[in-house]
């Protein structure tokens, strides 16, 4: 029997998370919980899988949340507030696997505790590995923790390696990696439509359903960008090695290309219960919960090389990584200022690019090899980013 705790349970990976873990109450207990501010969500949750803990970030709601604890059958649950409190619940000595699914750098501290514990980290929180690069695998191999990508292209490449393979390595053998994207909701918009989508265009993804940050991130590209980046750093590759590839049907979920000419692939439905079952069950299989795949009424597959001129978030990725030290943090934190500022319609879609290039134009690639020097970049970058969106305003 093991032990989870899911940070961000109330959002779209935390609750794929909880669906396969009921389908598995012998191999799995639910031992802490963390939400920010969604306690509705959060207590089905709890009065469902009956945590030892249960995380509210945002202070007032915490207080309303125990409150409403307090009064039920859930009294024994122990109500936490606080970013520290994610800290805490992520190293505690019963938890043997941390499923890392907040929605950007807020989930760093905690991810990076987990790593540092030793634990299992289940990683979706792709803006944390991104913006902490060599530290986060440092703290993994230095402690010996076990780290299983989520993120369905980084699980299909992780399942297409050698047997015996740990992330953070170089497989020899392996040549080049296939990033699949679908290519989002605008593939096929024209170009001088594009200032024009809203967020709800821009969240209406065409194969997945995710939180709102990330199908932003899907629509611009930089989804693919931070992904690009995260298999750098997970498979040891160099940015040229991998190819980014759009394959709209959304089922093959990655590629991994051998010296031999051999080139594996992962197939499935486009179901986040398959990586997470499968980081879940590692190294055996179980049960997702994910209908079987039908090949016949997938037909045929398709293949495009995504354009840059469409997708200028995925170019600034490339060289943000090919610059290194402190780019890819400076990069996820103008990206996550800019979409937010989209998302409340302050901006237009085609200025989280032009926010981000011009925000990066600022800074030159510092060393990034402590906590201190990526979270001062991160602040920076993020104060640089609003700069630009309020120059853009004037
Ligand atoms: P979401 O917006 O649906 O959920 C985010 C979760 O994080 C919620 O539980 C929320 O309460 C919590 N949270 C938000 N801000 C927080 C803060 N400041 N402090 C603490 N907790 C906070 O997002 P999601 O789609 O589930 O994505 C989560 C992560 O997984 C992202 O990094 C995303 O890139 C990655 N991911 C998601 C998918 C997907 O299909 N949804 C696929 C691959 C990777
Ligand atoms: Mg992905």
């Known amino acids: 029997m093991k032990g989870i705790c899911i940070l961000g349970a109330t959002g779209s990976i935390g609750v794929?998370?909880?669906d396969?873990?009921?389908?598995?109450?012998d191999q799995y207990k639910v031992v802490a919980l963390t939400?920010?501010?969604?306690?509705?969500v959060l207590y089905e949750q709890c009065l469902a899988h009956?945590?030892?803990?249960?995380?509210?970030?945002?202070?007032?709601k915490a207080e309303e949340f125990r409150q409403r604890i307090a009064a039920s059958p859930l009294a024994e649950i122990k109500v936490l507030a606080g970013a520290e409190a994610l800290i805490e619940v992520a190293t505690l000595d019963n938890v043997d696997a941390v499923m890392a699914a907040i929605v950007g750098a807020a989930g760093l501290l905690p991810s990076l505790a987990a790593a540092k514990a030793g634990k299992t980290v289940l990683l979706a929180n792709k803006e944390a590995l991104v913006m902490s690069g060599q530290i986060f695998m440092r703290a993994v191999s230095d402690s010996g923790a076990v780290l299983l990508p989520?993120?369905?292209?980084?699980?299909?490449?992780?399942?297409?390696?050698?047997?015996?393979?740990?992330?953070?390595?170089?497989?020899?053998?392996a040549r080049r990696i296939l990033l699949t994207a679908s290519g989002g909701p605008f593939r096929k918009t024209p170009l001088e439509l594009l200032p024009n989508m809203t967020p709800d265009q821009a969240v209406a993804h065409p194969k997945w359903d995710m939180g709102r940050k990330i199908s932003v991130d899907s629509a611009t590209m930089?989804?693919?960008?931070?992904?690009?980046?995260?298999?750098?750093?997970?498979?040891?590759?160099?940015?040229?090695?991998?190819?980014?590839?759009?394959?709209?049907?959304?089922?093959?979920?990655?590629m991994v290309d051998y010296v031999d000419g051999s080139v594996l692939a992962q197939m499935?439905?486009?179901d986040m219960r398959t990586p997470i079952a499968h980081a879940m069950a590692w190294p055996e299989r179980f049960d997702s919960g994910v209908a079987p795949l039908d090949i016949f009424e997938v037909g045929h597959m398709d293949f495009e090389k995504p354009d840059l001129q469409r997708f200028p978030c995925l170019r600034l990725a490339y060289e943000a990584i090919k610059a290194g030290g402190i780019m890819p943090t400076v990069l996820n934190a103008a990206n996550e200022i800019a979409v937010e500022a989209f998302l409340n319609e302050e901006v237009k879609f085609t200025d989280i690019a032009i926010i981000i290039e011009r925000s990066m134009a600022q800074f030159t690639p510092d060393s990034a090899d402590s906590l201190e020097l990526v979270?001062?970049?991160?602040?920076?970058?993020?104060?640089?980013?609003?700069?630009v969106i309020e120059g853009l305003a004037a």
């Open 20 to 25: 396969v873990v009921a389908r598995h109450p």
């Open 16 to 18: 794929s998370t909880l």
């Open 268 to 270: 499935g439905n486009p």
């Open 35 to 40: 939400a920010n501010g969604n306690i509705d």
């Open 50 to 60: 009956r945590p030892e803990y249960a995380v509210v970030v945002t202070e007032s």
């Open 375 to 387: 979270l001062r970049a991160d602040s920076r970058a993020r104060q640089a980013a609003k700069s």
């Open 222 to 254: 930089m989804n693919k960008g931070l992904e690009l980046i995260e298999a750098c750093l997970l498979f040891n590759m160099d940015p040229d090695q991998i190819q980014v590839v759009i394959h709209p049907q959304s089922i093959i979920h990655s």
């Open 150 to 173: 989520i993120d369905s292209e980084h699980n299909a490449i992780f399942q297409c390696m050698p047997a015996g393979y740990t992330p953070g390595h170089s497989a020899k053998q």
